[in-house]
């Protein structure tokens, strides 16, 4: 269609046990630096790379999501158990099937860079969305020496490339 736009829509995915001003943070820089119309925080059930033993009950994490959010453009949901998946590449093969009219950015910090190999069926996670990695210090050098950052630094594109 001639003149459509898809909507520009980050997406952070996580425990948020609980949400706090990092995550709020890195999402209103993205709205700005990728010129998003809004984020969306994917509140998990249950992360398989950590150990759920102190985590907080879904409701009260994404009760702390919604705090953190307000007056933001920042959407927490708990899609994922709506959609019944557990696996990031399986909820973002759902959501752009779901959602034709979006153009979904994968947001992460570079401490999950540095563990992103570690991630399940994480080249087609790339292949799906653009990933944009915002920095953390302390962890950009391990995210540097990481092996999924061996294979995606060739796709690197300015952020407003994306």
Same mark, same amino acid.
């Given at each position: 269609?001639? /003149? ?5 829509? /980050? ?13 709020r943070a890195i999402s209103l820089f993205a709205i700005e630096a990728l /010129? ?13 790379? #950590?150990?759920? #033993?102190?985590?907080?009950? +879904? ?24 959609? /019944? ?8 093969? %759902?959501?752009?099937? +779901? ?18 190999? %570690? ?25 540097? #020496? ?17």
């Amino acid at each position: 269609m001639a /003149g459509s736009r898809l909507t520009p829509i /980050g997406l952070l995915g996580g425990s948020f046990n609980p949400a706090h001003r990092g995550h709020r943070a890195i999402s209103l820089f993205a709205i700005e630096a990728l /010129g998003l119309d809004e984020v969306w925080w994917l509140v998990s059930p249950g992360n398989p790379l #950590k150990d759920s #033993k102190d985590m907080a009950p +879904l409701a009260a994490r994404l009760a702390s999501a919604r705090q953190a959010a307000r007056r933001a453009p920042i959407r927490p949901t708990a899609i994922e158990t709506r959609l /019944g998946t557990r696996y990031t590449v399986d909820t973002l093969r %759902r959501l752009v099937r +779901l959602y034709p009219n979006r153009r979904f950015i994968w947001l992460m910090g570079a401490d999950n860079l540095a563990q992103f190999h %570690r991630w399940r069926d994480w080249r087609r996670i790339a292949a799906l969305v653009p990933i944009a990695v915002a920095t953390r210090p302390g962890y950009d050098a391990r995210a540097l #020496k990481a092996p999924a950052w061996g294979w995606l630094r060739r796709f690197v594109r300015p952020a407003s490339g994306l």
